[in-house]
């Protein structure tokens, strides 16, 4: 796969995607370290302990299966508890390619039916990205202060493994200036669907406060 970056033609070395899993749902209900209550307490919730005081019962359970309850309940305050791709339809899946490039970090794009899905950066190595965190949503990871980028991103490639031909495509680099001023202008270039829309909610999200 090529793109042409300011007169530079680029080559990423296709990666790729073995699904393991699909149809993951409610993944934020496993989440029991701590209790609902105890959630509240922490700064990035504190601002909806008065929401669930009025259902005391669920103070001391943990809280996923709280939030689970609020949800089942028909009560919207649940999804104050996670990001914006918290409650979504995930897959579990690892990736197969060049073992030598996957342990570089660098560039990675995400193409489905040939069309530039989505731009990102890997300051650790491609295959820990791919395979512990994208690849790997965990319960935690779905909650305010969990990882919304990699929830985003799973979901959508959950969406669309079904009908289209889904993969990660790899430039490696390790300057992370040079990573993110290459990133910034393949999306200026080709305006990835994933990546704008991304963005735009973020923002919509931050207006709302």
């Given at each position: ?32 370290k701590k209790t609902l209550g105890e959630l509240t307490k ?5 601002h909806l302990k008065d929401c669930v005081n009025k259902q ?154």
């Amino acid at each position: 796969m090529f793109n042409q970056i300011n007169e530079e033609k680029i080559e990423f070395t296709k990666v790729e995607i073995i699904v393991l899993e699909q149809g993951i749902s409610d993944l934020f209900e496993s989440f029991d370290k701590k209790t609902l209550g105890e959630l509240t307490k922490q700064k990035k919730y504190e601002h909806l302990k008065d929401c669930v005081n009025k259902q005391k019962y669920l103070l001391d359970m943990p809280a996923g299966a709280a939030l689970k309850s609020l949800k089942e309940e028909g009560n919207s305050i649940y999804r104050q508890f996670l990001n914006n791709y918290g409650d979504l339809i995930y897959s579990r899946f690892v990736v197969s390619g060049d073992e030598n490039l996957l342990k570089h970090r660098g560039i990675y794009t995400i193409v489905a039916n040939n069309e530039l899905k989505f731009c990102g950066v890997c300051a650790r190595t491609f295959k820990e990205r791919f395979n512990q965190h994208i690849g790997s949503i965990y319960a935690k990871g779905c909650y305010r202060d969990g990882t919304s980028t990699h929830c985003h991103v799973n979901a959508k490639i959950t969406q669309l493994l079904p009908t289209s031909d889904v993969h990660f495509a790899i430039y490696p680099m390790e300057n992370e200036k040079a990573m993110n001023k290459l990133k910034n202008a393949i999306v200026k270039r080709f305006e990835p669907e994933w990546n704008l829309r991304y963005n735009r909610e973020i923002f919509e999200l931050s207006s709302s406060f």
